[in-house]
C-alpha cells in the first residue's frame, strides 16, 4: 500500500507548525508549503518553499490530505474587524485565493480530504470583514464536495508569547472565558497545542461528508 501523502499549507505560521509537529509525531508523511525554511522539521515532512503568487507552477499531483493553516499576519483589533482598505486585499489574497487555488489545484489532481482552519463565528454575511472572508472560503470548499471535508472554528488562539497583543488577549481570556456558558461557549479561547492535536487526530479519521468542529469538539485534547 502506498504511503498517505499530506500537503500542510501555512507550515511557518503559529498554528501550522503545531499542526506539522503533531503530524510528525504520528509519522504521517507530509509535504510542508511555505514561504521561508522551516525550523525544526520533522523527519516524516519535507519543505517546499515557494511564491504563492505563482501557485500555477507547483506541481499538487499525488495529494490525499490537504491542511489549509495559511493566514495573513493580523492584530487583534484587525480579526475584530477592523482593517483599513489596503490590508483588506492582502488579507483577502493570502486567506482566500490562495487557499482556494490551492484547494482546487489539489481536488483536480486527486486529493480526497482537506482541512481547513477557520473562525468560531465565520458568515460570509458577517459586518466583520475578518469573519466574512472566513465564511466565504468556508463556502467555496464546500462547494468543491472533497469525500471528506474538516472545518475547524476556533476561537482566540493562545500560547503565541512571542506577540504582546496576544499575550494581552490570553490573559483577557482567562478572565472572560468562564463566563461564556451555553451557546456562547464556543468563543472560548483555545491553546495552539490543543488545536493542533484536535485538527491532526480529526483529520486522520477522515469520516466522509462535511464536518464542523468547534470548541466543544477539541478542548479535551
Given amino acids: 500500500m502506498s504511503k498517505k501523502i499530506n500537503l500542510l499549507v501555512g507550515s511557518t505560521g503559529f498554528l501550522g507548525n503545531k499542526i506539522l509537529k503533531e503530524l510528525g509525531i504520528k509519522n504521517s508523511y507530509t509535504i510542508a508549503l511555505g514561504r521561508r525554511p522551516i525550523p525544526n522539521l520533522p523527519n516524516s515532512a519535507e519543505e517546499l518553499i515557494i511564491d504563492f503568487s505563482h501557485l500555477k507552477s507547483i506541481d499538487f499531483s499525488n495529494i490525499d490530505h490537504v491542511y489549509l493553516s495559511l493566514g495573513y499576519p493580523l492584530y487583534f483589533h484587525n480579526v475584530m474587524g477592523f482593517m483599513s482598505s489596503s490590508l483588506k486585499k492582502k488579507f483577502f489574497q493570502v ?3 490562495y487557499q482556494l487555488e490551492i484547494a482546487k489545484r489539489t481536488k483536480e489532481l486527486g486529493a480526497k480530504s482537506i482541512s481547513l482552519i477557520s473562525a468560531v463565528g465565520a458568515d460570509s454575511n458577517s459586518w466583520n470583514y475578518y469573519l466574512k472572508t472566513k465564511g466565504m472560503l468556508e463556502e467555496e470548499i464546500i462547494k468543491l464536495e472533497f469525500s471528506s471535508t474538516n472545518i475547524f472554528r476556533p476561537g482566540h488562539l493562545m500560547g503565541n508569547k512571542k506577540r504582546l497583543d496576544i499575550v494581552l488577549a490570553d490573559l483577557m481570556s482567562l478572565i472572560f472565558d468562564p463566563f461564556l456558558r451555553g451557546p456562547l461557549k464556543k468563543f472560548r479561547s483555545i491553546s495552539a497545542k490543543k488545536l493542533s492535536k484536535s485538527v ?11 464536518r464542523i468542529y468547534e470548541f466543544k469538539d477539541f478542548k479535551n485534547f
Avoid at 491532526?200 to 462535511?210: F, N
Fill in 200 to 210: 491532526v487526530s480529526r483529520s486522520m479519521d477522515c469520516q466522509a461528508g462535511i
Fill in 95 to 97: 486567506d482566500f485565493n
